[in-house]
């Protein structure tokens, strides 16, 4: 058994060496100690989208969405900073990239607005908007 910290660290140091199928079997342990755990689905979301498999990482993304500490932070003016993490307006845009991966452009678009509403100053979730708008 190994510690939880022990983990993440392992997780993240695969993750820079680019061996994310290690990286992966680290943060599925992780979530396994703490399922609701603080950008756990929002790490694996990251690795399934680096690996090519769109669908999985939509699944974690919206997952993490889900947890209680980042639907606790609805309001705009709230932002949710973990540090060297993502923030929630972050998270809806990689929601959103993953929904134009997959041409559905209509919950991309909802993603997108959703992330500029959190964070105007998303220039990511505002260049994916506009990308798409051109895209139709």
């Known amino acids: 058994y190994l510690p939880r910290q022990v983990r993440q660290n392992l ?3 695969y993750e820079q060496l ?3 199928d290690l990286a992966l079997n680290e943060y599925s342990e992780l979530k396994k ?3 609701a755990g603080k950008n756990i689905h929002r790490a694996i979301g990251d690795i399934y989208l680096k690996m090519g498999r769109p669908d999985e990482a939509l699944e974690e993304y919206l997952l ?3 947890t209680p500490q980042c639907a606790a932070t609805g309001q705009s003016s ?3 900073h973990v540090p060297g993490k993502m923030d929630k307006s972050e998270l809806f845009n990689n929601i959103g990239t993953v929904y134009a991966l997959k041409k559905n452009y209509l919950n991309a678009e909802e993603n997108f607005r959703k992330a500029l509403n959190i964070d105007p100053l998303n220039e ?3 260049k ?3 990308f798409l708008h051109k895209k139709r």
């Open 78 to 80: 709230e932002r949710w």
């Open 33 to 35: 100690i703490n399922p």
């Open 128 to 130: 994916n908007l506009l």
């Open 64 to 66: 993490e969405a889900l």
């Open 124 to 126: 990511t979730a505002a």
């Open 11 to 13: 997780a993240n140091a």
């Open 18 to 20: 680019n061996r994310p």
